[in-house]
């Protein structure tokens, strides 16, 4: 039984609580929320060169960029006139170095190296 504040009876169970949901949008921000950085994508990795080995073997070097955050490296290669293709997996931001297994490439051929930054975000240039 329930009573109310004017004096009325009421039998069952009280009503359940009101729940009151706050659902903010991007273009609708609430004023509490921390402040949304943009993400940044990571810039251009210095100093980049390719050494081939003795045993067929390259090794892909590079500096890490002064911009933004890298989670990730990517090697990019390119053979004579074939389309780029991903030449190795993502690589962990440290070391900035990879050796591209002669299996991996053909013998005699001419390649391009490129290395690609990336983050959660985005990828660099």
Do not use: C
């Amino acid at each position: 039984m329930i009573t109310t504040t004017d004096g009325s009876t009421h039998y069952g169970l009280p009503s359940r609580p009101s729940v009151e949901i706050d659902i903010s949008t991007p273009d609708n921000p609430r004023s509490d929320d921390p402040e949304v950085i943009a993400p940044v994508p990571p810039g251009r990795p210095g100093a980049a060169q390719a050494v081939a080995n003795a045993d067929g073997s390259v090794t892909v070097s590079w500096s890490a960029p002064t911009e933004g955050t890298v989670t990730s490296y990517v090697i990019l290669a390119t053979r004579d006139d074939q389309p780029r293709r991903a030449i190795t997996g993502r690589l962990g931001p440290n070391p900035t170095s990879s050796t591209i297994d002669s299996s991996e490439l053909i013998p005699g051929a001419s390649y391009t190296f490129q290395v690609g930054p990336l983050n959660v975000h985005t990828h660099g240039p």
